[in-house]
């Protein structure tokens, strides 16, 4: 079981950027997927970016060219840079992650998971 913590979230102005981290410990090897998901009140987790075992990333469509997913291999720690933020943006952020090399963008696929960040972005 990998045990994840995120930091980074923040409150700010639409057009602005945030970067989000994922600590992470308890790996058994390198072959683990990770991936960011995000909640808004009234709404389904949804995935934002997943990434592969071998850095190969994976984008919502809402997302793509504005966020960059990315991660240390040799400590695990998993990165989100946010950048141009919408206020359709807003959510609680989850870090996950999963054993094998393949990710999947379907949140029920992850067994590891952090409590969240917040982020709000305003108009």
């Known amino acids: 079981q990998v045990q994840l913590t995120e930091s980074g979230g923040g409150s700010v102005q639409a057009g602005e950027s945030l970067r989000l981290t994922c600590a992470a410990s308890?790996?058994?090897?390198?072959?683990?997927?990770m991936g960011w998901f995000r909640q808004a009140p009234g709404k389904e987790r949804e995935a934002v970016a997943t990434?592969?075992?071998?850095?190969?990333?994976h984008y919502t469509d809402s997302v793509k060219g504005r966020f960059t997913i990315s991660k240390d291999a040799g400590s695990g720690t998993l990165f989100l840079q946010m950048d141009n933020l919408k206020p359709e943006d807003t959510g609680m952020y989850y870090c996950?992650?999963?054993?094998?090399?393949?990710?999947?963008?379907?949140?029920?696929?992850?067994?590891?998971w952090g409590r969240g960040t917040q982020v709000t972005v305003s108009s």
């Open positions: 990434i592969d075992s071998d850095g190969r990333g």
């Open positions: 308890g790996y058994a090897n390198r072959a683990y997927y």
């Open positions: 996950a992650a999963e054993p094998g090399l393949y990710a999947t963008m379907w949140a029920a696929r992850f067994s590891s």
